[in-house]
């Protein structure tokens, strides 16, 4: 049984140098298929470096000959890579800590093309702002950058913390029969499954996804949006706005503030300056803020 010592300790790197095996059990994914990080080892008091390897036909990419992956397979490999820490190299941690902000800045001509079965990834991982309350952890921000062939692509930053009142979150039901939900290319989505949005009347835009179930965004059929899938319905919220296509987005950033429901949010865009800002409502209050940056022309 590991010993719980002080973060960067001597006898914390000594202890857990070793690399510790990563499967989709342990990282508690629903299927083998799921699993995107590969291994994690440790490289110093608070950096690691990981190995992860991106199928071609994963579940949320485009089926075509040569894909450039979808950039929220850097965000689930970021967020399995949380899971790992906690449960291989962070002590203390008093149960699970689940992303509640996230932001994304992708190179787009630095990105691989993929065009055989996988393509393999290396991660150099660092982690920061650990906060311990009665020597739990309750807190930690994991930045990760993600390098192809030697070259970086893209980073993710993710602050894990305890979802605020998980159990406050209410599905918002809407009649099926009032709804439309926009084409997968109106939102940058791969195929209609993908899609989380739906047009209500009066021109609302409302966060109800095709498949309630799905095994990335929703794997479990939670029953409040992870903050993965409020960084998509962002992202689809813009493109749908904007009239912009998935390859001029730079970056996303999402902070969920308090649960979203799985269905029934009320998602509203404003244009900025290089980009877009979202506002997610549910019940009437704020649950969650982002934004979106588009490539300069």
């Known amino acids: 049984m590991a010993t719980h010592v002080a973060p960067g300790s001597p006898h914390d790197v000594a202890d857990r140098s070793a690399d510790?095996?990563?499967?989709?059990?342990?990282?508690g994914l629903g299927t083998m298929a799921s699993l995107l990080v590969v291994s994690l080892r440790r490289t110093g008091s608070r950096s690691f470096v990981a190995q992860c390897q991106w199928p071609r036909f994963h579940p949320l990419n485009e089926r075509?000959?040569?894909?450039?992956?979808?950039?929220?397979?850097?965000?689930?490999?970021?967020?399995?890579?949380?899971?790992?820490?906690?449960?291989?190299?962070?002590?203390?941690?008093?149960?699970?800590l689940e992303p509640v902000s996230v932001?994304?800045?992708?190179?787009?001509w630095a990105q691989p093309t993929e065009r055989g079965d996988a393509t393999d990834v290396v991660v150099r991982v660092g982690v920061s702002d650990q906060a311990v309350h009665a020597g739990v952890l309750t807190a930690f921000r994991?930045?990760?950058?993600?390098?192809?062939?030697?070259?970086?692509?893209?980073?993710?930053?993710?602050?894990?913390?305890?979802?605020?009142?998980?159990?406050?979150?209410?599905?918002?039901?809407?009649?099926?029969?009032?709804l439309l939900h926009p084409p997968p290319a109106a939102v940058g989505a791969a195929a209609e499954p993908d899609v989380l949005l739906a047009r209500a009347p009066q021109g609302r835009v409302l966060i109800v996804p095709r498949d309630p179930g799905h095994p990335v965004l929703l794997a479990g059929r939670p029953a409040r949006l992870p903050a993965a899938a409020v960084l998509e319905a962002g992202r689809q919220a813009a493109l749908l706005n904007c009239g912009m296509t998935s390859a001029a987005v730079a970056g996303l950033r999402a902070d969920v503030r308090e649960p979203v429901p799985a269905s029934g949010a009320l998602i509203e865009v404003a244009a900025e300056p290089g980009g877009c800002r979202f506002v997610v409502m549910a019940d009437g209050r704020v649950a969650a803020t982002g934004g979106v940056t588009f490539l300069t022309p």
């Open 20 to 27: 510790p095996e990563l499967t989709w059990r342990t990282l």
């Open 64 to 96: 075509v000959n040569a894909v450039r992956h979808h950039p929220l397979i850097v965000v689930e490999s970021t967020r399995q890579l949380a899971v790992a820490l906690q449960r291989h190299h962070l002590p203390g941690a008093g149960g699970p």
């Open 142 to 178: 994991l930045t990760a950058e993600y390098q192809h062939r030697g070259r970086p692509f893209a980073t993710c930053t993710v602050r894990c913390a305890r979802p605020s009142d998980p159990g406050a979150s209410r599905r918002q039901d809407v009649p099926l029969s009032a």
């Open 103 to 108: 932001a994304l800045g992708v190179h787009p």
